[in-house]
């Protein structure tokens, strides 16, 4: 049996939780705001998938998925801000405090020291712009302004401004 596996890392709908602290006021609550990465479009993967599903040519391979730019939170809340018009803080909290928050919210302690773990590493794991969007797709990947501009509306509604 064939396989495709698929390794992206940073998504940019980890902004959507923005959303809800944009409705309290202008700053943002972002763990780990200066760590630079080279986040993804959810769409990207799907099509890297849906290519791999459809047509059966990536039998047995590893894709390691990036967007086309490296950017830290705080350059995403920018040009979130820059978007919607308003200037944006961002505050980062401590690391413990957003410890203790995923493990209130549920999340079980291994799936968050994996996720502590992976953003404890080399601040250069993620961060690279990698090829592999473009050569699967035959065009570049979309970037964190083209996903904010579709998705406008997750941080404009009920805004009382």
Not at 107 to 113: L, P, T, Y
Not at 118 to 142: I, K, N, W, Y
Request: proline share 7%.
């Amino acid at each position: 049996m064939d396989w495709t596996l698929l390794r992206p890392g940073r998504f940019f709908s980890n902004a959507m939780p923005w959303a809800r602290m944009l409705q309290r006021g202008d700053t943002l609550h972002i763990p780990f705001a200066h760590r630079p990465t080279a986040s993804i479009d959810p769409y990207d993967i799907a099509a890297v998938a849906a290519e791999a599903l459809v047509t059966g040519d990536h039998g047995k391979t590893r894709y390691e998925l990036s967007g086309p730019e490296v950017l830290t939170p705080v350059q995403e809340v920018e040009i979130l801000g820059g978007l919607l018009g308003r200037s944006l803080q961002v505050v980062e909290p401590p690391v413990e405090a957003f410890r203790e928050g995923m493990l209130r919210s549920g999340m079980s302690e291994d799936v968050v020291d994996s996720i502590l773990d992976v953003t404890s590493m080399d601040e250069r794991h993620g961060a690279e712009v990698l090829p592999t969007v473009p050569q699967v797709l035959g065009r570049p990947a979309r970037n964190f302004t083209d996903w904010v501009r579709a998705h406008i509306g997750l941080f404009t509604e009920g805004e009382s401004r």
